[in-house]
């Protein structure tokens, strides 16, 4: 069972490489804190990058969100990522055939796959899209979270779904990092990381869809090992203490439940 595991002894289970290094940080850095940095302007997620860096494992982007974007944003983004010891996370969700999430991946003024050691992929068109980003030219140390379950309220997967979803993830051990999820799924695959969105201290819904869990239930009952947090950090007056804050809450949660 994965959820009694330590993050280092999952570490040496772990089959894609990316999945491995970030078990690592993790366990170096305690924190399982991934920024979900969805900000508009590039200086601000550079600077928000800055300063939060040393509390988290992972910089979530929406890459095309960005209002001023320009290739000349993605080397010092590289540079704090590196400095910092943390890992840089697209999450494209792509969903097209194969030949085209393999244009996605790598080509347009984005580059995704020169940059961002991890990407979020949906299952929904099956194997094509992975054997596409496996194949794709860019950075090597590659992995990909597949998209089980979401946060959203009155989405459409169904239990069917996220089981095949599951297999397909199994048939693609050395690419697969993990899984996006809401629920404990995969107990006996402790090489793979569960990363959990729609975490926040407060507010149990925004007025889009999104549903909201504590840092706490999410680690002890939920199984996530990676939690995202956007809006928790970014809208806070505080954002460094915020972050800060999600960190030791989430890393007392992990600390306790491998401890049981
Ligand atoms: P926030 O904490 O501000 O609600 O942001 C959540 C982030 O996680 C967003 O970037 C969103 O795209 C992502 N996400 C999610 O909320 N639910 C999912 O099921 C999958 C996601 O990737």
């Not at 799924?185 to 925004?206: A, C, H, M, R, Y």
Request: hydrophobic fraction near 40%; proline fraction near 4%.
């Amino acid at each position: 069972n994965r959820l009694k595991l330590s993050f280092i002894e999952r570490s040496k289970l772990a089959k894609n490489p990316v999945a491995a290094k970030l078990f690592e940080i993790m366990s170096a850095k305690q924190t399982t804190l991934c920024l979900a940095a969805d900000l508009t302007d590039a200086t601000k997620i550079l600077n928000l990058a800055e300063q939060v860096g040393p509390y988290i494992c992972a910089l979530k982007t929406h890459i095309d969100i960005i209002e001023d974007f320009h290739s000349n944003f993605i080397e010092p983004l590289k540079d704090i990522a590196k400095r910092h010891n943390f890992v840089l996370f697209e999450d494209r969700k792509f969903a097209d055939i194969g030949k085209t999430v393999e244009f996605q991946y790598s080509k347009g003024i984005y580059q995704i796959s020169s940059w961002a050691s991890l990407v979020t992929v949906h299952s929904l068109t099956g194997k094509g899209v992975l054997d596409a980003i496996k194949g794709a030219t860019g950075n090597p140390e590659r992995g990909v979270f597949l998209l089980a379950e979401t946060s959203a309220a009155g989405s459409l997967i169904t239990d069917s779904y996220t089981k095949s979803t599951l297999k397909l993830a199994s048939e693609y051990p050395d690419l697969i990092s993990g899984i996006v999820c809401q629920n404990p799924l995969f107990l006996d695959n402790p090489g793979l990381i569960q990363l959990t969105p729609g975490v926040k201290i407060e507010s149990k819904v925004d007025n889009l869809g999104q549903q909201y869990n504590t840092p706490d239930l999410v680690v002890a009952e939920k199984g996530a090992d990676v939690a995202v947090v956007g809006r928790g950090i970014t809208e806070a007056c505080d954002p460094v203490a915020a972050a800060q804050l999600y960190r030791e809450m989430l890393w007392k949660a992990y600390s306790k439940r491998i401890a049981v």
